[in-house]
């Protein structure tokens, strides 16, 4: 990510369009003639100020990846192995009891809410709530 060097706003590739003049001719292989161009060009533009910075004056260094990160298991504690479950008042269809201890497990995508697990305090018996 790069920051304007002028009022420190958040810079973004863009792509604008510069003008072609006498620096680069190009001729019109039908009639010989010379033509002013434009092409499109991928710069760093400051949303804030419009600063326009060139691609090539970035430190490509600070971009590259210096070490490789590796997935690991994901250790998951669960309630009754940390001695803290929470109690609440959830009636058990089992055995009817009131009291049922729950824990929160994110089963679904991270955008979805998580599933609640309760277990009856009296029977052990274990079921899914949904909220």
């Not at 991928?42 to 949303?47: A, D, G, L, S």
């Amino acid at each position: 990510m790069e920051f304007c060097p002028k009022c420190n706003g958040m810079m973004m590739n863009t792509t604008v369009k510069v003008k072609k003049e006498d620096l680069e001719e190009k001729v019109d292989e039908e009639n010989q003639s010379n033509q002013e161009t434009e092409e499109e060009k991928v710069v760093f533009k400051c949303m804030t100020c419009g600063y326009e910075k060139d691609p090539s004056e970035v430190d490509q260094d600070q971009y590259k990846v210096k070490e490789t990160v590796e997935s690991s298991d994901s250790v998951i504690m669960r309630g009754d192995e940390s001695g803290m479950r929470s109690t609440v008042r959830e009636i058990c269809p089992k055995c009817g009891h009131d009291r049922a201890s729950y824990e929160l497990l994110q089963t679904r995508s991270a955008d979805e809410a998580p599933t609640r697990f309760f277990t009856c305090e009296k029977c052990h018996h274990k079921w899914r709530g949904y909220d």
